[in-house]
């Protein structure tokens, strides 16, 4: 089963909102209908209503990650199970049209809804695949980038657990930032220093006197 395409969905969902911005991509029909990415005939399912209602879903999926990045993890997986909870799936074998040399389909697992309006199929398989990430790989897995002031949420595939942030774009702009600290403290502690060897001095010849 692909698991990175499917939790893919719940990181594309928080991440239409930055808190800390202000900014919400969040405000259209069209703004739902390209969350779901490939699946076509299932975002032409979304209306205007699904704005709000895909918005509080959003809202109990970042609070999933949020948990994740604060270590709370029978936290993140209640939350989780309320969503999985409220918006089932069926599993359904599927082969699609591609053929292996044989001429077989190639089978695989995929995750089959049955929605009453487009938020409830796109939050079913939101839930259902970050749960699979999370049971696979773990709750620290899940986190939300630590360049202030975005944190946007992102899945930690590394092989040593050491993501921390969403995208290339904001390590290097962290790591910019952590380097111009370091220079100001250097400075800094070279400025005390040198105010200290002059105090020193000028006591060093009060004293002579």
């Not at 980038?145 to 595939?157: E, F, G, I, K, S």
Request: hydrophobic share 35%; glycine share 6%; with cysteine.
């Amino acid at each position: 089963m692909e698991l990175a395409y499917y939790s893919d969905y719940a990181v594309r969902l928080v991440n239409s909102e930055e808190p800390a911005r202000g900014k919400d991509a969040l405000t259209t029909v069209e703004a739902v209908r390209d969350l779901f990415g490939e699946n076509a005939s299932a975002a032409r399912r979304a209306t205007d209503a699904d704005v709000t209602r895909f918005r509080s879903v959003r809202a109990r999926l970042r609070g999933v990650f949020e948990a994740a990045d604060q270590g709370d993890e029978t936290l993140a997986v209640d939350l989780l199970n309320s969503l999985l909870l409220e918006f089932p799936v069926s599993p359904q074998i599927s082969g699609h049209d591609y053929r292996d040399e044989d001429g077989r389909p190639l089978w695989h697992m995929h995750l089959a809804d049955h929605p009453s309006n487009a938020t409830a199929g796109y939050a079913a398989i939101a839930a259902m695949g970050l749960a699979f990430h999370l049971t696979e790989y773990g709750v620290d897995r899940l986190g939300l980038c630590q360049a202030p002031p975005c944190r946007n949420a992102y899945l930690d595939t590394s092989t040593n657990r050491s993501r921390r942030y969403c995208s290339d774009r904001c390590a290097t702009r962290a790591n910019v930032a952590a380097y111009r600290a370091r220079k100001r403290l250097e400075a800094d502690r070279s400025g005390s220093s040198g105010l200290a060897a002059e105090s020193a001095q000028r006591s060093s010849a009060s004293g002579d006197r």
